[in-house]
């Protein structure tokens, strides 16, 4: 493990620590020679929010937006699925979203396209000399953005790029999948990983699966969250957060309705019963 | 001591040190990669990416040396992701 710690210390030494009020020097505008270069040929991993936001933008549902944009690559050693943003075919391998004039998802452009050239450490992460989370530039080749004549602090690009509603919703995902269960080594089953996909990424089907399956005879849920729930994308991923906290985990964020036990405990005695006899 | 090196199931190739990027689902900070363009796994890719997904993709044998896990790194292209190699090793002159 000696080269893996060598290497650690080589990329902190390559990617300077930096916190919010550090400066540098970065722009990104129409002028710069390679504008629009770094929308191609990228992995950008979609998180839950991302989806929301862009479903919207698009005015589409969150199923045409995953069927028509994205993939989710298979891999039986990811810990829960990802979702990826589908290039194009062409020869620069184009993000479906880049035209001419730049971004044309912009407000709603998602949260990894809006941190670059930062980076981002928290601690979770296996290393165990992170105790705080760090900010570190990250130099891409192509990337005149560093020739330009503005400094900035880490702050001043955050908020510029309005990553702190990213931020808030990015803590809730963070709470599922740094979760200890995962972090323990624990494996989702088929059927969690579906629901995980569909709870945090398909909100529209998700929300049809709460409103038309047995799915509130079982939980309590009242009036004002159903109504909630029923308007609101953002409190249907909460809600959804919650039920995979319960149903993945064990944890205590749903309420099962006294009815499901009684008839659960019902059908335990009768087979007691049954075996008795 | 002799420098831990990590070869390719597939191609027997070296595996080369990566700086995982942002927002991937991984957390270990460096990976092991196989970037050799010619490598069966790679080449294979493309066509297995197309069924799947009918996308022009494929993807590149990836090994998380704190978990021991080992999976596929997609890639839109052959020179996606080159970037995140980690080149100059000084600690190699060491052993
Ligand atoms: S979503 Fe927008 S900013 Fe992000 S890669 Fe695509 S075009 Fe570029
Ligand atoms: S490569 Fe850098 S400067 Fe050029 S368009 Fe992309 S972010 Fe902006
Ligand atoms: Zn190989």
């Known amino acids: 493990m000696r080269e893996l710690e060598n290497l650690k210390e080589h990329i902190l030494k390559d990617y300077p620590r930096l916190d919010r009020s ?13 504008f629009n270069e770094c929308c191609g040929d990228v992995n950008i991993f979609l998180t839950p929010y991302d989806i929301i ?6 005015r589409i549902s969150s199923t045409e937006f995953l069927k028509k944009y ?10 829960y699925p990802v979702i990826l943003l589908m290039m194009g075919d062409d020869a620069k391998k184009k993000c479906p979203f880049v035209g001419e004039q730049g971004c044309r998802v912009y407000p709603d452009r998602p949260w990894a396209c809006r941190m670059y050239p930062l980076g981002m450490a928290s601690p979770g992460d296996e290393s165990p000399d992170l105790d705080r989370e760090f900010y570190f530039l990250l130099r891409e080749s192509i990337c005149k953005g560093f020739n330009e004549d503005r400094q900035l602090t880490v702050e001043q690009w955050l908020d510029d790029q309005g990553i702190n509603e990213y931020d808030q919703y990015g803590e809730y995902f963070k709470k599922l999948t740094t979760h200890r269960f995962f972090l323990e080594g624990g494996k989702l089953t088929p059927q969690k990983i579906e629901m995980f996909f569909l709870a945090c990424y398909d909100i ?20 004002v969250m159903r109504e909630k729930i029923r308007r609101d994308d953002l409190e249907m991923l909460k809600f959804g957060y919650n039920w995979l906290r319960f149903s993945m985990f064990g944890d205590s964020t749903m309420t099962v309705r006294q009815s499901v036990y009684d008839s659960r405990k019902a059908e335990l005695d009768a087979k007691m019963k049954k075996e008795k006899d | ?17 990566w700086a995982t990027p942002e927002m991937a689902c991984w957390s270990t900070r460096v990976q092991y990669v196989c970037f050799n363009d010619n490598c069966p796994y790679f080449l294979k890719g493309w066509d297995w990416m197309r ?10 044998h ?5 978990t021991g896990e080992t999976g596929p790194l ?6 996606a992701m080159k970037n995140g190699i980690i080149e100059n090793q000084e600690n190699q002159c060491e052993n």
């Not at chain 1, 550090?22 to 390679?34: E, I, L, R």
């Not at chain 1, 529209?204 to 009036?223: G, H, Q, T």
């Not at chain 2, 990836?62 to 704190?66: A, I, M, Q, S």
């Open chain 2, 74 to 79: 997609p890639v839109w292209s052959k020179d």
């Open chain 1, 204 to 223: 529209d089907r998700f929300r049809n699966f709460v409103f038309e399956s047995s799915f509130l005879e079982k939980f309590e849920v009242d009036d």
């Open chain 2, 1 to 17: 001591m002799s420098r831990e090196i990590y070869t390719c199931p597939y191609c027997g190739q070296e595996l080369k040190p």
């Open chain 2, 62 to 66: 990836r090994f998380d040396p704190v």
């Open chain 2, 51 to 60: 069924s799947q997904f009918q996308v022009n993709a494929s993807y590149r």
């Open chain 1, 22 to 34: 550090s400066q540098f020097t970065f722009a990104c505008h129409k002028n710069v020679p390679c």
């Open chain 1, 53 to 58: 936001r862009l479903k919207k933008n698009l």
């Open chain 1, 70 to 79: 994205t993939l989710s690559p298979f891999d039986k050693n990811l810990k």
